[in-house]
């Protein structure tokens, strides 16, 4: 089971950046995809999850209306598109793969974005 997260960076407050997830290992569509975040001295955080059977999205709400979870299961890839970012968006992300039953996660090794001037 592998998860490779991409697209991470430093970029300016205000500016865009889209992570990438490939998955591969394991039956991806059957998977909700999570993007979580880590920032410095703080807990992880579910950031947006998309759900494996109707697509639907779920947002922190910090970053409701700024972030786009989406999938390509043809892929095996979700996404995270983050829009206005600002500083306090600065942490590792990480890709989670999550299914119920029966229970299974996987997480990909993290990717740093830094919103900074």
């Known amino acids: 089971v592998q998860l490779v997260e991409s697209g991470g960076g430093l970029v300016q407050p205000g500016g865009s950046l889209r992570l990438s997830c490939v998955a591969s290992?394991?039956?991806?569509?059957?998977?909700?995809m999570r993007w979580y975040r880590q920032a410095p001295g703080k807990g992880r955080e579910l950031v947006a999850d998309?759900?494996?059977?109707?697509?639907?999205?779920v947002y922190v709400d910090s970053v409701k209306g700024r972030f786009t979870i989406s999938r390509d299961n043809a892929k095996n890839t979700v996404y995270l598109q983050m829009n206005s970012l600002k500083s306090e968006d600065t942490a590792v992300y990480y890709c989670?793969?999550?299914?119920?039953?029966?229970?299974?996660?996987?997480w990909g090794q993290g990717t740093q974005v830094t919103v900074s001037s």
């Open positions: 989670n793969a999550h299914r119920r039953y029966p229970q299974a996660d996987y």
């Open positions: 290992g394991f039956p991806f569509s059957n998977y909700d």
């Open positions: 998309i759900s494996s059977t109707s697509g639907s999205t």
